[in-house]
């Protein structure tokens, strides 16, 4: 059963499907600390004791998914922090930075594991044949995994949440890894020889810098205020060209801000109108917008006169650029 997590009062500041967001995020969190937290003190005691140093560097592995678990919980009472004169809209791109943060925790963890297997091969270190009780605690590993990995991912999805996405990501590669180092244990047992553990153990590493380095490079589309999903836009310039009296809209800039959108846009309207007119198409633009797409943060609507042209204009989008 998921952990609840007790009404916060700092989060009064916030609607109450932000409220139920960040409490869903912290109640995985802590899910995940208390799975990994059996999983990692188990795989490194067991390991040790059965002699499987890939079962080892699998344990450590869970222990990086500790501190990225600690690391969403920190992240989400960032976020539920108010807007204020330094952040003035708000902290949710917290999510983002920490998913950065994350990374570079699982790369240091997989160029560890992939370090010391290297030294123990080259300096030839006799390795004793793994006992059957690093079977179990692999096994167990990948089943508990596997659950883990379906909680975070969905409540993820659910929530917007970039950095639980990544931490069920690489809870699905742990599962891999799991996998990998049960059949290092078969393999180590069939040939009769330890040093195949080492291998393997030194591949399970590759493959944590390889996940480091796919999570590090997803959020530099959002740092740098891009947008992958062109349909975005679509959907602002059809909701906008639905609006009578709204024409040729441009300078389109969609950004992402963790879960929501901030839309910043240009229309053209009648020059004869008065500015309360104007001003109320502005606002069936936005309320048009909002209509088609979730998770609208803010949009910002500038108003121009029918046929005015400014030559200085080089930031946002109109329908054919895209």
């Known amino acids: 059963m998921p952990v609840q997590s007790p009404p916060d009062a700092s989060l009064s500041h916030l609607d109450g499907q932000e409220q139920e967001r960040l409490r869903q995020i912290a109640a995985v969190a802590w899910l995940s600390i208390v799975g990994n937290l059996f999983l990692s003190a188990a795989k490194i005691f067991i390991g040790w004791k059965a002699g499987s140093w890939a079962v080892v560097g699998d344990g450590v592995d869970s222990f990086g998914d500790i501190l990225s678990s600690i690391l969403t919980l920190i992240t989400s009472h960032i976020i539920s922090r108010p807007p204020d004169g330094r952040f003035p809209w708000g902290r949710q791109r917290a999510d983002t930075v920490a998913t950065k943060l994350l ?48 909680a975070l991912f969905r409540t993820g999805k659910k929530t917007g949440s970039a950095m639980l996405v990544a931490n069920a990501k690489n809870m699905r590669n742990d599962v891999i890894i799991s996998v990998v180092v049960l059949l290092g244990l078969v393999f180590t047992w069939i040939l009769g020889v330890g040093t195949v553990d080492l291998i393997f153990a030194f591949l399970v590493g590759l493959w944590i810098m390889r996940t480091a380095v796919e999570v590090f490079m997803e959020t530099n589309t959002e740092l740098m205020d891009g947008m992958d999903d062109k349909s975005v836009y679509y959907q602002v310039f059809d909701a906008t060209e639905s609006v009578p009296g709204a024409k040729n809209p441009h300078r389109a800039r969609v950004r992402k801000f963790a879960n929501y959108y901030l839309i910043d846009l240009d229309i053209e309207v009648d020059p004869a109108l008065t500015v309360a007119e104007a001003h109320l198409i502005s606002q069936h633009v936005e309320e048009a917008i909002k209509h088609r797409l979730k998770n609208v943060y803010d949009i910002m609507v500038h108003i121009e006169p029918e046929g005015n042209v400014e030559r200085t204009e080089r930031y946002g989008l109109t329908r054919n650029q895209l």
Do not use: C, W
């Open 103 to 150: 990374s570079f925790v699982i790369f240091f963890f997989g160029a560890q594991l992939s370090y010391s297997s290297f030294l123990s091969l080259i300096h030839h270190d006799l390795r004793p044949i793994p006992e059957a009780s690093a079977f179990v605690i692999t096994g167990v590993s990948i089943a508990v995994k596997i659950l883990l990995s379906l």
